[in-house]
């Protein structure tokens, strides 16, 4: 018993890991994009563009992941896709071309792809149900550590060695720490899934779907889809205003005046309050209610996106860009807990599936059209075109039902 905890807890704390460079990289990538920008000359539309790429290439792995995993095993799978996504961030070193960079960026963002729903199903199969919920949590938690540190870390980086130099560098991290994964687990890369055939680790999906008369599971574990279409279009509309605010707010504070060696501290700051706002947002829902919440923090995201363009910086930006990071990410913790009466207790990670792979499409798709839009009416545009956006995102609101 012993032995399975501290298993489960290495995992844990590897897992973790990964998630740090996971999201770290796709953080800093909003970072490094106006230093590309400057550099290759490139449009706001070319420069959403890349955002879209990166996004794009996520979104389109994570479901092919899942199954893949089924065949290669998680660890082995995790190990590979974190050393995908490093090794394509070290060729953007010879990117000299809008071309090149945004092909690195697309073929790296197919090793992002498969984290996300590899690693959260990893790590729930080997935790005890009652810690299940607990061990997501926490590895949710060091993706957001990974969004403040590497953004600091890159806007260190990209004085000194500009933005080639600085992919490359953080590349470099992630490539030795999932060789070091690897390593570590080798065995289990060869012993773990041929056990798990014959004897399912207790919690993982075989244990709870193919049980004696259970039958082949079908669809994608929906059973209120009307609700359910409700929280992804929510989620829809708020994953491409935070993906199209965060690709451009870099260009926005190098406009309004802010040092360049001052960017990524205070993007991470902008980070720093996304995470507490994943973590606090959720906890008054049994109080407050999962609509009225929903509305209250998307009411407060729209006013954020209204303010930007007129915020001085100095510390009146110090002071607002951690509090609009909190409301600009803490809708999210929401909608995923709206989601769980949505959907089946068996299959719920399908569900889950469906809504993360929408929300990546948008998120991809949504700063190359507000890319348009900037090139169009100018960069404040943007901002105030996702506050109006998110006005769409209240009307959807008022169909949730109470909770």
């Given at each position: 018993?012993?032995?399975?905890?501290?298993?489960?807890?290495?995992?844990?704390?590897?897992?973790?890991?990964?998630?740090?460079?996971?999201?770290?990289?796709?953080?800093?990538?909003?970072l490094l994009?106006?230093?590309?920008a400057?550099?290759?000359?490139?449009?706001?539309?070319?420069?959403?563009?890349?955002?879209?790429?990166?996004?794009?290439?996520?979104?389109?792995?994570?479901?092919?992941?899942?199954?893949?995993?089924?065949?290669?095993?998680?660890?082995?799978?995790?190990?590979?896709?974190?050393?995908?996504?490093?090794?394509?961030?070290?060729?953007?070193?010879?990117?000299?071309?809008?071309?090149?960079?945004?092909?690195?960026?697309?073929?790296?963002?197919?090793g992002?792809?498969?984290?996300?729903?590899?690693?959260?199903?990893?790590?729930?199969?080997?935790?005890?149900?009652?810690?299940?919920?607990?061990?997501?949590?926490?590895?949710?938690?060091?993706?957001?550590?990974?969004?403040v540190?590497?953004?600091?870390?890159?806007?260190?980086?990209?004085?000194?060695?500009?933005?080639?130099g600085?992919?490359?560098?953080?590349?470099?991290?992630?490539?030795?720490?999932?060789?070091?994964f690897?390593?570590?687990?080798?065995?289990?890369?060869?012993?773990?899934?041929?056990?798990?055939?014959?004897?399912?680790?207790?919690?993982?999906?075989?244990?709870r779907?193919?049980?004696?008369?259970?039958?082949?599971?079908?669809?994608?574990?929906?059973?209120?889809?009307?609700?359910?279409?409700?929280?992804s279009?929510?989620?829809?509309?708020?994953?491409?205003?935070?993906?199209?605010?965060?690709?451009?707010?870099?260009?926005?504070?190098?406009?309004?005046?802010?040092?360049?060696?001052?960017?990524?501290?205070l993007?991470?700051?902008?980070?720093?309050?996304?995470?507490?706002?994943?973590?606090?947002?959720?906890?008054?829902?049994?109080?407050l209610?999962?609509?009225?919440?929903?509305?209250?923090?998307?009411?407060?995201?729209?006013?954020?996106?209204?303010?930007?363009?007129?915020?001085?910086?100095?510390?009146?930006?110090?002071?607002?860009?951690?509090?609009?990071?909190?409301?600009?990410?803490?809708?999210?913790?929401?909608?995923?807990?709206?989601?769980?009466?949505?959907?089946?207790?068996?299959l719920?990670?399908?569900?889950?599936?469906?809504?993360?792979?929408?929300?990546?499409?948008?998120?991809?798709?949504?700063?190359?059209?507000?890319?348009?839009?900037?090139?169009?009416?100018?960069?404040?545009?943007?901002?105030?075109a996702?506050?109006?956006?998110?006005?769409?995102?209240?009307?959807?609101?008022?169909?949730?039902r109470?909770?």
């Amino acid at each position: 018993m012993e032995r399975k905890v501290s298993s489960a807890r290495a995992h844990l704390g590897w897992c973790s890991v990964l998630h740090v460079v996971t999201d770290g990289y796709i953080a800093s990538l909003s970072l490094l994009i106006p230093f590309i920008a400057v550099d290759l000359g490139l449009s706001y539309t070319q420069s959403g563009l890349l955002k879209t790429a990166s996004h794009l290439a996520i979104s389109t792995a994570q479901i092919p992941a899942g199954f893949l995993a089924e065949k290669t095993g998680e660890i082995f799978l995790l190990g590979l896709g974190t050393a995908w996504f490093s090794a394509g961030y070290i060729g953007l070193l010879f990117a000299f071309g809008f071309p090149a960079t945004l092909a690195w960026i697309l073929v790296s963002g197919i090793g992002g792809g498969v984290y996300h729903p590899v690693g959260t199903a990893f790590v729930s199969s080997v935790s005890t149900p009652e810690k299940a919920g607990s061990a997501v949590g926490i590895l949710n938690f060091f993706g957001d550590i990974g969004k403040v540190l590497f953004p600091a870390l890159a806007g260190i980086l990209v004085i000194q060695v500009g933005w080639r130099g600085t992919f490359a560098a953080l590349g470099g991290i992630g490539l030795i720490v999932s060789i070091i994964f690897l390593l570590t687990f080798r065995r289990e890369i060869h012993q773990r899934f041929p056990k798990r055939r014959d004897a399912p680790t207790h919690g993982s999906e075989p244990d709870r779907i193919s049980e004696p008369g259970a039958g082949n599971p079908r669809g994608w574990g929906i059973r209120d889809r009307k609700q359910f279409t409700l929280f992804s279009l929510i989620g829809m509309v708020d994953i491409s205003i935070r993906s199209a605010v965060m690709a451009f707010l870099g260009f926005h504070l190098i406009q309004s005046g802010v040092r360049e060696d001052s960017v990524g501290w205070l993007l991470s700051l902008t980070f720093l309050g996304g995470a507490l706002g994943k973590l606090l947002c959720g906890m008054p829902v049994a109080r407050l209610g999962v609509k009225r919440l929903i509305f209250l923090t998307e009411f407060l995201m729209l006013a954020g996106c209204f303010a930007l363009p007129s915020i001085p910086p100095g510390w009146s930006m110090l002071l607002f860009l951690p509090v609009f990071g909190f409301f600009l990410n803490g809708t999210s913790s929401i909608l995923y807990i709206g989601l769980i009466p949505t959907l089946d207790e068996k299959l719920r990670s399908r569900g889950y599936a469906v809504f993360f792979t929408l929300n990546f499409l948008f998120a991809a798709i949504s700063p190359y059209f507000f890319g348009l839009i900037g090139d169009g009416w100018g960069l404040p545009a943007i901002f105030y075109a996702a506050g109006l956006l998110m006005l769409a995102g209240l009307a959807i609101v008022g169909f949730l039902r109470k909770s």
